[in-house]
């Protein structure tokens, strides 16, 4: 009896800070879900342990890299499962563990709030309405997307098949996790308006972040938005542009893509391989058929990523921004800090941006150092692994099948990281600095 008083002494002695919670929660899930996909009313055909938690771990991070076939591997059961894990990867356990909270009426503490506001990265006022209207935002989209994708492919599929086809695939897109019901995702579509429109802005609209959407939805016109409501809205336009014209020029002459199509069905595949990089993994073209060229340029995209508090993962775009800003602010002898939209970036910010950027690099390089040590695989289809799962995206060269029980825990590992953060690892086991000393300015040659 006092050894039982004493381990639940020591389990209350335990205190966890928000980014450890967070953490140790996704971690706990992956593992749930994979159980739950080794279950025999699971699987159509047998399913070994270490795949059915890298399938759960790519569902919950909302990647979609997958060892086995979703359709032919797991039933209908199993499915659901997956797009349990999408759901809830996507928009946070802890957004679904409050709602839980308020439906059987509890009290929302101060700790669930500090955990909300890490996960949602905003103010801790208002959190338990913010997170009813992302659970409203969510739903309402998913709602629109599935009616309308419903339209196009019930009359090809019939009515169930149809309507399930169009709900998986939704709730994939917005949820920016790249699994599809097809072995070559949307390949079969590439040329289809309808298709390409719904999925792409599905994608766009989970990518922005649930922050951008609320500011969106309450805002009377762009001035009154946030500056990273802003910068996240332009940022998001100028590099889709962009990214689908490079596409477009880089693979209009090849066979394998693009050569073969219809000058519609060039413009409609750069327009989807240009906007699901970023975070989703859906492709209409074969990826590992694209130029290397196409390839180094989609692993920048996927390295980038979508927006903070989005269901998309990488370095995310306004931390790129914040780069350029900074770069370019110091280029042009600026002694000051970088500007945008009539608005200072404080140096708190632009640190923050190099941590995370360079705490990505790192994990990538010894992941990647691991992979060319386990696997017999080149080093331009590990590279793309890596970042793909880094990315949360879920774009594959067709390595993913073929790694070693080492190489998949590595992967693994590279989704979760996605997930959370990097900064967030980091944080969640570093010290907090108790004295502030300056120290004297010293000169370090660099360049």
Known sequence: MD?????????????????????????????LGGLLLKLPISTKEPVSWIDAFFTSASATTVTGLWVVDTNTAYTLFGQFVILGLIHTGGLGFMTFAILIIIVLGKRIGLRQRLIIQEQLQTPIGGIVKLVKRVLLFALAIEGIGVIL??????????FWKGLYYSLFHIIAAFNNAGFALWPDSLTKYVGDPVVNLIITLMIITGGLGFTVLHDLWYSKNFRSLTLHSKIMIVGTIIINSVSILIIFLLEMDNPNT???????????????QGISPRTAGFNTIPTGDMEESSLIFTILLMFIGAG???TG???????????????????????????????RIDVS?????????????????????TLLITENIPLMPLLFEVVSAFGTVGLSMG????????????IMFMMYLGLIGPLTIMLSVAQQEKEKIRYPSGDVLTG
Do not use: C
Not at 149 to 158: F, V
Not at 314 to 342: D, E, M, R
Not at 399 to 410: E, H, N, R, Y
């Open 3 to 31: 050894l039982e008083k004493l381990i639940r002494h020591r389990i209350r002695s335990v205190k966890l800070n928000p980014p450890q919670i967070l953490g140790i929660g996704f971690l706990i899930l992956i593992l």
């Open 149 to 158: 994708l419903s339209i196009r492919w019930i009359p090809e599929m019939g």
């Open 258 to 272: 693009l050569g073969d199509l219809s000058a519609s069905g060039k413009w409609w595949a750069s327009y989807f």
């Open 308 to 310: 903070s508090v989005s």
């Open 313 to 343: 993962g990488g370095i995310k775009l306004t931390t790129f921004i914040i780069i350029l800003l900074a770069v370019g602010t110091f280029l042009k002898q600026k002694k000051q800090n970088p500007n945008v939209f009539n608005r």
């Open 349 to 369: 910010i632009v640190y923050r941006a190099l941590a995370i950027v360079i705490t990505s690099l790192t994990f990538i390089f010894l992941a990647l150092f």
């Open 399 to 410: 390595a993913t099948g073929s790694l070693t029980f080492i190489g998949k825990i590595v």
